[in-house]
């Protein structure tokens, strides 16, 4: 499964044609909102299985290594004839003026349902840190949940995913599938998250890592290392099946304070 980035450099059409994956769509909602329905009508024609909406970025949050590098974003191909990605700005990323400019912060619930009056495809939706909102996302509709906080991109002190994960779980009881972003980087990481209820995890990162350092071959060698990383550490651990992997395998913060009560 690929999840194609709105900020990618390659279009919609481009990635659809040059790969046989389940293809999925990340989404933000545009001031305009005529981009954001442009950019789903698109993915749905070409085959896209899903549109990932991610919800906790209403405005972006203040990266200060971008705006201390003055970081240039690449040229934003989908948005080509659409909008103007080039954006003035005196101070800080170009990235943040871009996002001022078009995010909508507006950003509610009831967009879930502007969105789904416009596309026939599942809707997931990335940013979901709390029960409360785990809950929120079930009674509108959301056919899927991905637990993460933006690769805490977004907000000083946010939780690691990994910390709420449970909460979130358990607050869907099993109503819609929940996947796991944030933290990713072996096998073991794998098998925590399996083990706390996800259906699937996310890697950001290591596959960039695996692309810089070689290019194609390099993030086709990051998934091997994370699939061998797996099978072996459920082998070690008694699990022929990921079906076999439970809750049993993992020992959280909240289990040692609860074992010496």
Same mark, same amino acid.
Request: include cysteine; glycine fraction near 8%.
């Given at each position: 499964?690929?999840?194609?980035?709105?900020?990618?450099?390659?279009?919609?059409?481009?990635?659809?044609?040059?790969?046989?994956?389940?293809?999925?769509?990340?989404?933000?909602? *545009?001031?305009?909102?005529?981009?954001?329905?442009?950019?789903?009508?698109?993915?749905?024609?070409?085959? *896209?299985?899903?549109?990932?909406?991610?919800? =906790?970025?209403?405005?972006?949050?203040?990266?200060?290594?971008? !705006?201390?590098?003055?970081?240039?974003?690449?040229?934003?191909?989908?948005?080509?004839?659409?909008?103007?990605?080039?954006?003035?700005? =005196?101070?800080?990323?170009?990235?943040?003026?871009?996002?001022?400019?078009?995010?909508?912060?507006?950003?509610?619930?009831?967009?879930?349902?502007?969105?789904?009056?416009?596309?026939?495809?599942?809707?997931?939706?990335?940013?979901?840190?709390?029960?409360?909102?785990?809950?929120?996302?079930?009674?509108?509709?959301? @056919?899927?949940?991905?637990?993460?906080?933006?690769?805490?991109?977004?907000?000083?002190?946010?939780?690691?995913?990994?910390?709420?994960?449970?909460?979130?779980?358990?607050?869907?009881?099993?109503?819609?599938?929940?996947?796991?972003?944030?933290?990713?980087?072996?096998?073991? =990481?794998?098998?925590?998250?399996?083990?706390?209820?996800?259906?699937?995890?996310?890697?950001?990162?290591?596959?960039? *890592?695996?692309?810089?350092?070689?290019?194609? *071959?390099?993030?086709?060698?990051?998934?091997?290392?994370?699939? =061998?990383?797996?099978?072996?550490?459920?082998?070690?651990?008694?699990?022929?099946?990921?079906? @076999? !992997?439970?809750?049993?395998?993992?020992?959280?913060?909240? @289990?040692?304070?609860?074992?010496?009560?």
């Amino acid at each position: 499964m690929y999840i194609l980035s709105y900020m990618s450099t390659c279009t919609v059409e481009e990635v659809a044609s040059s790969c046989n994956a389940v293809r999925f769509l990340q989404l933000y909602v *545009y001031k305009n909102r005529n981009i954001s329905a442009n950019l789903v009508q698109r993915a749905e024609r070409c085959g *896209y299985k899903a549109i990932v909406l991610t919800v =906790d970025a209403p405005r972006l949050g203040r990266r200060e290594a971008d !705006i201390k590098n003055k970081m240039i974003a690449p040229p934003l191909k989908n948005f080509e004839g659409l909008i103007s990605t080039e954006v003035s700005f =005196d101070n800080g990323s170009n990235l943040e003026a871009f996002a001022n400019n078009t995010f909508d912060a507006s950003l509610s619930w009831k967009d879930i349902g502007w969105l789904r009056s416009i596309t026939n495809l599942p809707i997931l939706i990335k940013g979901v840190l709390t029960r409360e909102d785990a809950i929120k996302a079930i009674e509108v509709g959301i @056919d899927g949940i991905v637990v993460s906080n933006h690769g805490a991109r977004q907000l000083d002190y946010a939780p690691a995913s990994v910390s709420v994960l449970e909460e979130v779980v358990h607050a869907v009881k099993g109503k819609v599938p929940v996947l796991f972003d944030g933290g990713i980087r072996r096998g073991t =990481d794998v098998f925590k998250a399996l083990a706390l209820g996800v259906q699937a995890v996310l890697i950001g990162r290591p596959a960039v *890592y695996g692309l810089a350092a070689k290019g194609e *071959y390099g993030v086709k060698r990051v998934v091997e290392m994370l699939k =061998d990383e797996l099978e072996l550490t459920m082998a070690l651990s008694g699990c022929p099946t990921v079906e @076999d !992997i439970s809750r049993n395998h993992v020992r959280t913060e909240h @289990d040692r304070l609860h074992s010496m009560l």
